[in-house]
């Protein structure tokens, strides 16, 4: 079983080989997933794959259906939040139907005797479970709220502590997308973030950051201090993925606005003094009556 983080070292290892199963991530970093389907359908048809996704069902189906318009037999899908679940199941019946097909080779015999080829993805998100446990750790005990943006398929994955902050249970909200978040977003800070946001895609600037208020489910407004960055382009440089966090900033801006308040007050205070003050009234400055002259 070979491993590759780019698709350069994968194609590489296709031009020398042919194996018996591909197991393809779709968030190939800088490369696009859908791309190498249809490089697949061309170079080695009859490569069948297994399909993993962290954005959702919407770009494994439709993955799901290129590859097969295609020619390219899929023998599962796997998000990324039943990836524990289901993927070994989906493994062993790739394994088996792979020991069962026709070899292009006659001296390969029975079985599997060519190597499984997996794709694993360059952003490194399966390097292991101690780097990923550490991060759940990180995350959790921080409190923030994780978001991840497909801007092929406009597809919204969440962790459950962005729904809580809301006042939400992330299950009642599936299958999120961006109208999710779009739907929470107070209208006079949608606009300006996506403002910032266009601006990030656009190159502008190195990270996306908006301090917003979401709808929160008892009715009120919350502050959160949303921020992230492209963490994916195709080939041609064009932004597939976008990474962020959500920050309660609640109590950190209502002392701000309280501070504002406050002095607002004093501001007010100041003013009301300077308009009843009346120097004639003040005998530092006009001196002794004339009425007290010896």
Not at 216 to 224: A, E, F, M, S
Not at 281 to 294: E, H, I, M, Q, T
Request: contains cysteine; negative net charge.
């Amino acid at each position: 079983m070979d491993f590759h983080v780019s698709i350069a070292s994968f194609k590489a290892a296709l031009a020398s080989d042919s194996p018996e199963l591909v197991l393809l991530d779709l968030g190939l970093g800088r490369e696009n997933g859908i791309d190498v389907i249809h490089w697949l359908s061309e170079t080695h048809p009859g490569i069948p794959l297994v399909l993993l996704s962290g954005h959702g069902d919407d770009l494994l189906d439709t993955a799901r259906r290129i590859a097969r318009s295609t020619g390219i037999e899929v023998l599962g899908a796997v998000s990324k939040s039943r990836m524990v679940k289901d993927l070994p199941a989906i493994l062993q019946r790739g394994v088996k139907a792979a020991s069962q097909r026709p070899h292009q080779d006659p001296q390969a015999g029975a079985g599997i005797t060519r190597q499984d080829l997996i794709v694993a993805p360059a952003d490194g998100r399966l390097k292991g479970a101690e780097e990923r446990r550490r991060l759940a750790d990180i995350i959790a005990g921080t409190q923030i709220g994780t978001w991840e943006w497909d801007l092929v398929t406009n597809a919204l994955t969440l962790n459950p502590r962005w729904a809580e902050m809301i006042g939400r249970r992330l299950e009642d909200l599936e299958p999120t997308t961006i109208e999710t978040w779009q739907m929470f977003c107070h209208p006079e800070d949608l606009a300006r973030s996506e403002s910032e946001v266009a601006r990030h895609l656009g190159g502008e600037t190195d990270q996306y950051r908006c301090v917003l208020r979401m709808l929160h489910d008892d009715g009120r407004w919350i502050w959160v201090q949303d921020q992230g960055r492209v963490s994916a382009r195709d080939a041609h440089g064009r932004p597939l993925r976008m990474v962020g966090i959500h920050e309660d900033i609640i109590e950190r801006k209502n002392a701000e606005l309280e501070l504002i308040a406050r002095e607002a007050f004093e501001h007010e205070l100041a003013s009301a003094f300077v308009e009843v003050y009346d120097e004639d009234l003040d005998p530092l400055v006009n001196g002794p009556s004339s009425g007290s002259a010896a």
